[in-house]
């Protein structure tokens, strides 16, 4: 019960980070000419993002499968 | 440039795979081995989020405002981050309530209204028209780029002689299409296992097709990414795409298109019919909530590159954006690229439509129509199942055809994502009724309806009029000055808030009326009794609590059947009777008496057919009694709390009744017992009387007819007289002291008595009978005082009472007694111990009761009058202290008895 409350947590916290960093003001810093390896600064910040939010959100939510059968790592979990 | 029949051909055999799809899915699915259920396939199917829009329309907006289209894909990636919260208690609140469709789950909510429901078709409906339309234009224009590009000379020609007519075939193909694929029949789940799989083939198939361009554009015309994107600084205007200032509106529209967006996936009517009612596994959401973003991140992926593209192969414009993924493959002469790339967008075309169809059919014939042909009850009797099926059909023709007019009415004037954004703007006004309603029990049914029919007032003035005037079709005075010349009622600059772009202050005003309204007025409300049932369902469906849909009156379950079968048919409705009985382990005659569960079962059923709101309706119909009326319900309701209550007590008092019976019992049977004891004291009494009498007669009747006798035979028989008198006396004394006790008349003059002297004072009473008897007496008596608070006289009596019993049941000569005084924490002990006969074990209880009388005995008259020990038992047990008989048959009898001891400090 508490695991699933902290999953809970865990992906309201991600949706509000994701918002934040897809929103401005801190979108107006990528806003820019500028090119990265040759590529459009805001390309690569607004697909890097986009990445690592679906990484975190997959991990977030496959974790408790992974965790459920081996109850000995839940203490450690929590740390 | 490809033949026309070339590209029909090829189209046709696509939509044939799409069948042959269906097909098996389907009939995997009758075999029980769904290949749709599992999450892969579920995300799959999701993704008929992305239509023509993303497919030729990202392109297009990406050419003119660079990172513009992403928003649309950023929000539901966001929102996904709560599906497994939001999403799952949705899917959980439809499974076991049966809801069907957008519609039916508001209306559900707020207490089965068909209001509800009539007004959410309404707006999905309309809101849905542009989204069409947006589809009809794409896939026109995409048959026409093919058929007529490179020549622009022929596609001018041909937009300028039949503007309209692919179109028009277009929108006849998909209508054929749609019926034949989502209402072959009516199902009481309203699952479409083999829409569900061709709808995620087709998600396949546009992924792939747009990845090919993109892997072409990127890889061969330029020399990847690197290359591609080294041109961008060249050209101003591809550099200034760079920028976020690139998008009309900025930030906010930025913004506003995300929040659009996360509402749009949930609440889209066919975005709910895939997410919630086609869902087979709430489980499955957990892995489509990062697998959806990662679908629309990989379609999103080429999409700056082919518009860069595009806009760099035809610097000189005169190519419309929104072609871009055609043109270029046309361009540089890949026709089979080309043509798969048309049969991409044919899938996201399709998936589309035949998704929103059958959502919007199921909508209308549901929530719209039915319930209202159910209340004028024009009706036929039987076979409803065929009405169903021609409702949705001719629904599904009159919304195409309805998109088909939208489209000849403004498709030229807009882009693809415009007319898309129309329809977004208004799916999100479902958001706020249908997300207070699942977390918010005051939400209120006039609430959610002022809400909604507020907010899509507001869109309908100042989104939808104004793309009819930006169409020409009605002046556009009304949107530059305002509907006659009131500046303040600019329908995009309502109020004179001109600081947003069109979406955004659509977006802006229908959220705050729609919320607004919902809230203000729902907290000023009073729900009815229904709706609180229903808000107090949906809100708690994850806690244990069981269906309270109450029905009074009653139906047979042969009605119940033929009401359900005239849906969905006889066969159908028979195996879901066969499984209900089956499931509750119970036989169903056609003329029994429905319970409430069966008609709640019924209930169910229906409303995967028909929706909740007509359901009930229907329900109600073969009910007998008052069906279900609110005041009823409650009344129920109350009366199952009183009866708990009543039951509770009821179960008290048979309780109490129980111990009283119990009691009473006791009491009768002491009352025999009494009873029986005061004959027995009365015969008794009268035998002990008269044996004494017939001696003392007898005697006298000798003496007195004898005058002559000699003295000492007189004297002889005089003593004999006085001392059968005498015990007539002592017999009648104790009787009296017995009864006087018992009923405690008895005076009683306690004082401080040493308890050493009175038993000395008694042995020297009795010491005659011992010397009678050469008896032996052993005294174990302390030497000091020992004190006790008695009656000094009642105590004597019963101490010599145990002494003359001894003696007297001792043998003379060998017989010995032992008295003795011993002291314990809080009371005296005494005991006399004789070596006489001894008394059996079965007899220690009873030798104290009245007249009991050792029998067994060598002489064969009493001894005594069988009350002694009874009123010695009285007396002790007066004073506190107890009297009992340790003995055993040939052993001796050891009487004893203790009384409280006097305590000293107390004096």
């Not at chain 1, 607004?46 to 959100?57: A, D, K, M, Q, Y």
């Not at chain 2, 039916?104 to 542009?130: C, E, H, M, N, Q």
């Not at chain 2, 019924?602 to 995967?608: K, P």
């Amino acid at each position: 019960m508490a695991e699933l409350k902290r999953q809970k947590e865990r992906l309201i916290a991600l949706l509000l980070v994701g918002f934040l960093a897809l929103n401005y003001p801190i979108l107006s810093l990528f806003s820019s000419t500028a090119q990265l390896f040759s590529l459009p600064v805001l390309y690569v910040y607004l697909f890097s993002i986009w990445v690592l939010f679906i990484v975190l959100l997959a991990a977030i939510l496959e974790k408790k499968e992974r965790a459920a059968p081996d109850k000995s790592t839940l203490p450690g979990d929590s740390a | 440039m490809l033949e026309g029949w070339v590209i029909t051909l090829v189209s046709l055999a696509y939509l044939g795979i799409l069948f042959a799809v269906a097909f098996y899915a389907d009939k995997r699915a009758d075999a029980g081995k769904s290949i749709i259920s599992n999450p892969y396939i579920y995300t799959l199917s999701i993704a008929v989020y992305c239509t023509a829009w993303t497919f030729y329309g990202s392109v297009g907006r990406a050419a003119t405002t660079g990172v513009g289209f992403l928003p649309i894909y950023l929000g539901p990636t966001l929102i996904a981050a709560l599906w497994w919260i939001l999403l799952r208690k949705i899917i959980r609140i439809a499974k076991v309530y049966r809801i069907t469709s957008i519609a039916d789950f508001i209306a559900s909510r707020y207490g089965k209204s068909t209001t509800i429901a009539a007004l959410v078709t309404f707006i999905a409906v309309i809101g849905t028209i542009p989204y069409i339309a947006l589809q009809l234009k794409a896939l026109s224009n995409s048959f026409n780029v093919l058929l007529y590009y490179p020549d622009i000379n022929l596609l001018e020609q041909s937009r300028a002689s039949a503007p309209y007519d692919t179109a028009l075939y277009v929108t006849l193909i998909m209508a054929a299409f749609s019926i034949l694929f989502g209402t072959r029949h009516i199902d009481i789940t309203e699952r479409h296992e083999g829409v569900v799989a061709a709808i995620a083939f087709e998600s396949l198939v546009k992924l792939l097709a747009f990845s090919a361009v993109g892997i072409f554009v990127t890889f061969f015309l330029f020399d990847g990414p690197g290359d591609l994107f080294s041109w961008v600084p060249v050209y101003d205007e591809l550099s200034r795409l760079m920028e976020v200032e690139a998008i009309p509106g900025e930030y906010t529209n930025w913004l506003s298109l995300t929040f659009l967006a996360m509402m749009a996936i949930l609440f889209l009517p066919r975005q709910f019919q895939i997410l919630v009612v086609e869902n087979t596994n709430e489980d499955h959401v957990r892995k489509a909530s990062w697998l959806f973003p990662l679908y629309l991140l990989a379609i999103n992926l080429f999409v700056l590159p082919i518009s860069f593209a595009g806009l760099l192969l035809f610097p000189e414009g005169g190519v419309d954006p929104d072609t871009f993924v055609l043109t270029v493959p046309i361009i540089e002469s890949q026709e089979l690229l080309a043509l798969f790339v048309f049969i991409g967008g044919l899938s996201a075309v399709t998936g589309m439509i035949i998704v929103a169809t059958i959502a919007l059919s199921t909508l209308v014939c549901n929530d719209l129509l039915m319930p209202a042909l159910l209340r004028i009850e024009a009706l036929p009797q039987e076979n409803l199942g065929g009405v169903l099926l021609g409702i949705r059909r001719g629904s599904i023709v009159a919304v195409l055809l309805l998109g088909y007019l939208y489209y000849r009415l403004i498709g030229g004037a807009y882009a693809l994502v415009s007319i898309g954004l129309i329809s977004f703007t208004a799916a999100a006004q479902f958001a706020p009724p249908l997300l207070a309603g699942i977390y918010w029990k005051g939400a209120s049914r006039r609430g959610a309806i002022s809400g909604l029919l507020a907010g899509f007032i507001v869109w309908t003035y100042t989104l939808l009029l104004p793309s009819f005037a930006k169409a020409g079709w009605i002046s556009s005075q009304f949107v530059e000055y305002g509907p006659f010349g009131i500046e303040l009622l600019r329908p995009q600059q309502l109020l004179g808030l001109d600081m947003f772009d069109p979406i955004t202050h659509t977006t802006f005003w229908t959220m705050l009326v729609n919320i607004g309204f919902l809230f203000i007025v729902s907290i000023h409300d009073r729900q009815s009794p229904m709706e609180q049932i229903q808000a107090t369902l949906f809100v708690d469906v994850f806690s244990p609590l069981k269906d309270t849909r109450l029905w009074s009156g009653t139906a047979r379950v042969a009605e119940l059947k033929n009401l359900v079968a005239r849906f969905i048919g006889r066969e159908q409705a028979d195996r879901a009777f066969e499984g209900y009985a089956k499931m509750r382990g119970i036989q169903l005659r056609e003329d029994m008496e429905a319970d409430s569960n069966l008609v709640g079962f019924a209930e169910r059923e229906l409303s995967g057919a028909i929706g909740s709101a007509s359901a009930r309706i229907m329900v109600s119909s073969v009910i007998k009694g008052e069906g279900l009326s609110m005041e009823g319900v409650m009344k129920i309701l109350d009366e199952t709390s009183q009866v708990i209550e009543y039951s509770h007590q009821l179960e008290q008092k048979s309780q109490e009744l129980v111990e009283a019976t119990r009691e009473l019992q006791e009491a009768n049977r002491r009352l025999q017992e009494l009873d029986r004891l005061k004959d027995d004291f009365v015969s008794t009494v009268s035998h002990e009387l008269r044996t004494p009498l017939t001696s003392v007669r007898a005697f006298s009747e000798i003496l007195h007819d004898n005058p002559n006798m000699d003295d000492g035979e007189r004297q002889k028989f005089l003593a004999i007289i006085v001392k059968e008198t005498e015990r007539l006396t002592r017999l009648t004394n104790q009787v009296l002291d017995l009864a006087k006790i018992e009923s405690g008349k008895a005076e009683w003059h306690i004082e401080k008595i040493d308890l050493v002297a009175l038993i000395r004072d008694a042995l020297g009473t009795t010491s005659h009978l011992f010397q009678q008897k050469s008896i032996t007496l052993e005294q174990k008596i302390p030497d000091k005082s020992l004190f006790a608070m008695a009656d000094r006289d009642r105590i004597t009596q019963v101490v010599i009472n145990l002494i003359s019993n001894a003696v007297k049941f001792c043998e003379p000569e060998e017989g010995r007694v032992r008295v003795s005084l011993t002291q314990k924490n809080y009371e005296l002990q005494v005991t006399v111990a004789d070596n006489g006969p001894g008394v059996s074990p079965e007899e220690h209880e009873r030798i104290f009761d009245k007249f009991h009388q050792i029998s067994n005995r060598k002489e064969g008259k009493p001894k005594g009058t069988g009350l002694g020990l009874a009123i010695c038992q009285r007396i002790i047990t007066h004073h506190g202290g107890k009297i009992w008989l340790d003995s055993s048959a040939g052993a001796g009898a050891t009487f004893s008895f203790t009384i409280p001891r006097f305590n000293e400090e107390h004096d």
